[in-house]
């Protein structure tokens, strides 16, 4: 679920500027709009698989060990997923498109 969200919002960042910094001050640092996009992708991801964790736990009724296990574990993939949504929605930018939310797509020749 985590990263169906990432790939749905944190993916398409990037893209949605049209190659500007919006996200900052102008002049923007691209190290500072990486930052910035980090963070505002990553913190509403990590309080909801935690939640989302914190809840399955409780209603399993799992030791305190398993419980905070869990938690790290969902924390860590957490900060992974949207780590690699936004590193592939920089490499693969599509300022030109109408929907930035797809995926790119190669090309592919027909040899006749």
Known sequence: MLASIAA?????????????C???????RPARAAL?????????LLILGLILTGVTNALLEVTPFMMILS???????????????LTFGTLYPQFETENARRFPRRSVVSSS
């Open 8 to 20: 749905r919002f944190i993916f398409p960042a990037v893209s949605l500027e049209d190659g500007r």
């Open 36 to 44: 910035v996009q980090v963070l505002v992708g990553t913190l509403p």
């Open 71 to 85: 938690l790290a574990t969902m924390a860590g993939l957490t900060l992974a997923i949207s780590a690699l949504a």
């Open 22 to 28: 919006g996200c900052c001050d102008p002049p923007a």
